[in-house]
C-alpha cells in the first residue's frame, strides 16, 4: 500500500526508487564516499582554524610588545599576508564549500567563508585568550 503510493506520487521518477533498490552496494560506496569527504574535510578547516589562532597568538604577542597596544584594525592588516602565506603552506588538500555540500580548494576566500576572520574576530579571540589566562585556564593543546 505505502509503495503503491509512492510510486504514484514519484510518478516517472519511480525508475529511480527500483533502481536504487536494487543496487544498494552503489548506493553504499556513494554515501561512504560522502562520509569520508565530509569528515576529512570538516577535520582540515578543524587543522587550518587551530593553526590560525597559534599564529594569531604568536603574532599578537610579538606586535605587542613592539607596537605597545596594537589595535585589532591594525593586527588584521599585517596579519593577512601572513596568514595567506601560512595558508599556501598548509597540507591540506581541500575544506567543504560553505553549505558544507561539496568540496572546495583552499584559497583564502574559501577559508574566509568559513573562518569569519576579522578584526571583531581577532577582538574577541584575544578577549576570550585574556580571560582565560587570568582564569588560570589554559587552552593550548600541545602536539597539534
Do not use: C
Not at 593553526?51 to 605587542?64: F, N, P, S, V
Not at 581541500?94 to 555540500?101: A, E, S, T, V
Request: glycine share 4%; aromatic share 12%; no cysteine.
Amino acid at each position: 500500500m505505502v509503495n503503491r503510493i509512492i510510486s504514484e506520487f514519484l510518478g516517472p521518477f519511480v525508475v529511480i526508487l527500483e533502481y536504487t533498490r536494487t543496487r544498494t552496494g552503489l548506493i553504499t560506496i556513494l554515501f561512504s564516499s560522502y562520509l569520508i569527504m565530509y569528515v576529512l574535510g570538516t577535520y582540515q578547516l578543524k587543522l587550518i582554524k587551530r593553526r590560525t589562532e597559534r599564529l594569531i597568538d604568536a603574532k599578537y604577542a610579538e606586535w605587542d610588545r613592539t607596537q605597545k597596544g596594537i589595535s585589532p584594525k591594525k593586527f588584521m592588516e599585517l596579519f593577512m599576508p601572513l596568514w595567506t602565506d601560512e595558508l599556501k603552506n598548509t597540507r591540506a588538500l581541500f575544506i567543504l564549500n560553505k553549505h558544507d555540500l561539496w568540496p572546495v580548494r583552499i584559497t583564502p576566500e574559501n577559508v574566509l567563508k568559513k573562518i569569519p576572520l576579522s578584526s571583531e574576530y581577532i577582538r574577541d579571540y584575544i578577549a576570550d585568550k585574556t580571560t582565560l589566562k587570568e582564569s588560570g585556564t589554559d587552552t593550548t593543546r600541545d602536539g597539534d
